[in-house]
């Protein structure tokens, strides 16, 4: 594998259910984020990880929980989901953090569907 | 703070024809600049980016951008469209220098590409 890649690449969940959603990056980075992507709505930041350490939560709902446990994962952990949450998730990594010239790599997403 | 304004979610070409897809943006402090290329069922790739020096900006694929900082603007252009580049490009801007700046989107352009 290269890349980033993101498992499963669509997933179609019930309100009651929990789910996970998984990125593995194979680029030897170490800043992940995790990207909400809504129909006729900008990309919207969600989660900043740096070397496993959260380092911004931009005001995500807590029924949507992240995980870092090292620098090549990050997980997405879904629990009492609603409709409106149905989007694409957009994972990506950088080599680093600091300096706002990094160039952040992207998955392929994966497309959730909230019934 | 920053921003970004992308003029025209829909742009229809030609085969052939001048591509021109435009970005103005707001930043507090000197910005970084990204166009980034979203084919249907993939996540985002990198096109180019500004940070210093040069402000004109050649990218894969034959796109080029110029940065204009007397009018906050970063258009996107490509000589002569090919059906491949058929797609949804996303401008993006995050604070220049060495402090980490989130990356913030514009809504997307969709560029359709007639025979």
């Known amino acids: 594998e290269t890349g980033v890649t993101q498992t499963p690449r669509h997933l179609v969940m019930g309100m009651t259910n929990k789910k996970s959603l998984k990125c593995e990056q194979h680029l030897g980075h170490n800043a992940m984020y995790w990207y909400k992507q809504s129909a006729k709505k900008p990309l919207e930041l969600m989660f900043v990880?740096?070397?496993?350490?959260?380092?911004e939560n931009n005001s995500v709902p807590s029924r949507f929980s992240p995980e870092c446990p090292n620098s090549s994962h990050l997980f997405l952990h879904l629990h009492t989901l609603q409709p409106e949450d149905s989007a694409l998730y957009l994972c990506?990594?950088?080599?680093?953090?600091?300096?706002?010239?990094?160039?952040?790599?992207f998955g392929p997403g994966t497309r959730l569907t909230v019934l | 703070a920053q921003s970004v304004t992308q003029l025209g979610s829909h742009v229809s070409v030609s085969e052939g024809a001048l591509v021109l897809l435009r970005c103005n943006y707001s930043s507090s402090v000197p910005p970084y600049l990204f166009w980034y290329v979203q084919y249907p069922n993939q996540g985002l790739q990198l096109l180019l980016k500004?940070?210093?020096?040069?402000?004109l900006v050649k990218g894969i694929n034959g796109f080029e951008a110029e940065f204009k900082k007397s009018e906050t603007s970063f258009h996107l252009t490509k000589p002569s469209a090919h059906m491949s580049d058929a797609a949804e490009y996303f401008c993006?801007?995050?604070?220049?220098?060495?402090?980490?700046?989130?990356?913030?989107f514009g809504q997307g352009t969709i560029l359709t590409v007639h025979p």
């Open positions: 990880y740096s070397l496993e350490e959260r380092v």
């Open positions: 990506a990594s950088s080599q680093a953090l600091a300096g706002g010239s990094n160039e952040q790599f």
């Open positions: 500004y940070t210093t020096g040069a402000t």
């Open positions: 993006a801007v995050t604070p220049g220098g060495t402090s980490y700046g989130k990356l913030t």
